[in-house]
Nanobody, 128 residues
Framework: QVQLVESGGGLVQAGGSLRLSCAAS????????VGWFRQAPGKEREFVAA????????YYGDSVKGRFTISRDNAKNTVYLQMNSLEPEDTAVYYC?????????????????????WGQGTQVTVSS
């Protein structure tokens, strides 16, 4: 079991930056990947970015490529999401999630189905 706590959300003007953090505690040594998703009001949850826990492989959603960067600090059990050039369309609740590869179907880390544990989310609001 792992507990995930997001932080770093807030209100920022368009063009600004924010860095989100996802602190993991518990059985982190068996994690396969950590991902970030977001959900805006009235919309489905959307994949943002993911990183494998044991190597440098990263994945990004098309809408954030070139603007967002995911990174991790294994020693601190923390994953970061650096968000630059923010747009009003980035306004959403951002969630981090941990993938322990529990599913026999091995879903892609870009899909919600891959993730076994979720944080409570942090609100990001981008004003125009």
């Amino acid at each position: 079991q792992v507990q995930l706590v997001e932080s770093g959300g807030g209100l920022v003007q368009a063009g600004g930056s924010l860095r989100l953090s996802c602190a993991a505690s518990g059985r982190t040594f068996t994690m396969y990947a950590v991902g970030w998703f977001r959900q805006a009001p009235g919309k489905e949850r959307e994949f943002v970015a993911a990183t494998l826990w044991r190597d440098s492989t990263t994945y990004y959603g098309d809408s954030v490529k070139g603007r967002f960067t995911i990174s991790r600090d294994n020693a601190k059990n923390t994953v970061y999401l650096q968000m630059n050039s923010l747009e009003p369309e980035d306004t959403a609740v951002y969630y981090c999630a941990a993938d322990y590869r529990r599913s026999v179907f091995n879903p892609a880390v870009t899909t919600q189905e891959a993730y076994d544990f979720w944080g409570q989310g942090t609100q990001v609001t981008v004003s125009s």
